[in-house]
């Protein structure tokens, strides 16, 4: 078993191999700074490609561009305001902010340190959990997956960084906006007013894109200043700076990543759910929670961390059972298919050496992608100094780009812009986009396993044992911040 291991990692090093996972990752790239392109996107363009190759060169570039896409989102979450991939959204909240302070060295570095070591975090974990954790991934059904996302839906508040009756006003409309379509479990039409385009509800690419990059492209074409209030460079020191944060915020890294890595092992749950919860429990756990949303550190850091690091937590029961954990993981089955694989407990029997090859990738490639972005952040870094009135219609341009470019479809276009007037307003009068947002991404996944946990155990699935530790956890995740308060209270008193 260990030569199966040293083999396995070993493998990755061989210069063929690390060709094909470079070409892999500046795809990867390219893919995450444009909104709208994700991984699974990347993934179905180059499944077909692979037909015929090795196992190991084949996954080389699938998993080298799947891993790199959230690095590359990160920066245009961090200079522009708009989410490379849905799992940014939770970067610009604080990286944005950052970037108009003339910080953008500094967030890129936190960003690219965290996304780099994050992807190591997740892939040592998998490599530690594949052979203990089949008893644990297969006691969460749907009760302990709703619990899960109940837990999202409670740092719904928390989001909120002025009032929080606003931002559970706002995460209600997206809890509302995510019931639009039909019901997956009854398959009953709501809210559609007779529009075929709704049966699908309201997609996830034009909402990410109106809800967070319209509005500050609004906002640049009515201002015309530069989005960076001062100038904004990313020179080493900014970057070697960010870099310092992450080994000054260690324990929050950690706690990041792995949440991030829990709930990716837990399958259907995904990956938008671990990067809101890693924030909420940032803020929640923090000195000073106020800072948050206007260019707080670790607003940065908990996201990037988590968001990376969950890809190796998804590829725990991938590997193990063939049951993905993510939606890219899904569509990383095929890629098992066409090279001839079959993932399971039969895989890590026979092919323990090309499980911890995809082990090896997964971290190489993360550093990888941060590295070249670390390497030109300082050119990437110009465009927050150009004058708004020019980069605001670049960025509308570029969303209806992106909106378009995931189904071909017109009315995406147009869906994408009317959210954009909504996420406009919404921010003229103080109510929290990011709070809606999390509403809109886990109204469906919550009502889904509701109904799938009342029909397989009645109102009985919320005392079974795994969902009431799971019960107890969200509750000292929300109180943790009066429980230490109350300590220190009476530490001083006695």
Known sequence: MLTDILNGFLSVFDPMIMAVMFGGVLVGLTLGILPGLSGITGLAILIPLVFGMEKTLAFALLLGMYSAGPVGGSLTAILLNVPGTGPNAATLLDGFPMTQQGHAGRALGISFTASALGGVFGGVVLALCIPILRPIVMAFGSPECLIIVLMGIAYIGVLASGSPIKGLISGGLGLAISFIGYQQVSGLMRFTFGSVYLFDGVRLVPMTLGLFGIPPAIDLIITGAAIA??????????????CKDIFRHWRLFLRSSGIGTLIGIIPGVGGDVAIWVAYGS??????????FGTGCVEGVLAPESSNNAKEGGSMVPTLAFGIPGSAGMAV?????????????PLLLRDHLDFVFSLVGILIVSSVIA??????????LARIVSVRGDIIGPMILILVAIGAYARAANLLDVSSAFIIGVLGYTMRRLGYSCPALFLGYILGEMGETYFYLSLEAYGWLFLIRPMVLLLILIG???????WIGALFSRVKRTS
């Open 229 to 242: 209030k001062v100038t904004a460079k990313a020179t080493a020191s900014d970057l070697i700076e960010g």
């Open 282 to 291: 940032a803020k929640q756990t923090s000195k000073h929670p106020e800072k």
């Open 332 to 344: 990383l089955l095929g890629g098992f298919l066409v090279v001839g694989l079959t993932p399971g």
């Open 370 to 379: 941060s590295a070249i972005l670390f390497l030109a952040s300082a050119q």
């Open 475 to 481: 509750i000292f995740g929300l109180s943790y911040k």
